[in-house]
């Protein structure tokens, strides 16, 4: 069984005791999540999506809140002795998938 969940403005394929990586969410470690942004659902019975998956759920457990590995940006100009790193790291949150309800 799987589902697909819309959250953090990106989707994901799931299934229970998967851990996926996601925009950061409010919470403290081992906290309770719910997502209720199910896009679909496939089972033994088949595959639903739209209409067939409005009350299904998934629930999840938050493992743990961090930054994710820095992304360096280089910049340089030739012959000029010019060389720019800058970077960037995105928050994330850690979820371990507990359930998936399917309504």
């Given at each position: 069984?799987?589902?697909?969940i819309?959250?953090g403005?990106?989707?994901?394929?799931?299934?229970?005791?998967?851990?996926?990586?996601?925009?950061?969410?409010?919470?403290?470690?081992?906290?309770?999540?719910?997502?209720?942004?199910?896009?679909?659902?496939?089972?033994?019975?088949?595959?639903?999506?739209?209409?067939?998956?409005?009350?299904?759920?998934?629930?999840?457990?938050?493992?743990?809140?961090?930054?994710?590995?820095?992304i360096?940006?280089?910049k340089?100009?030739?012959?000029?002795?010019?060389?720019?790193?800058?970077?960037?790291?995105q928050?994330?949150?850690?979820?371990?998938?507990?359930?998936?309800?399917?309504?």
């Open positions: 069984m799987y589902a697909v819309l959250t403005g990106k989707q994901y394929k799931i299934s229970v005791d998967d851990e996926i990586f996601i925009e950061k969410l409010e919470g403290e470690d081992g906290q309770d999540v719910t997502f209720d942004r199910v896009l679909a659902v496939a089972d033994d019975s088949g595959m639903r999506a739209g209409e067939g998956v409005a009350k299904a759920t998934v629930s999840g457990q938050i493992v743990k809140q961090g930054k994710n590995k820095k360096d940006i280089m340089y100009k030739a012959k000029k002795g010019f060389r720019r790193k800058t970077g960037h790291r928050p994330y949150t850690k979820v371990r998938i507990t359930a998936i309800n399917a309504g």
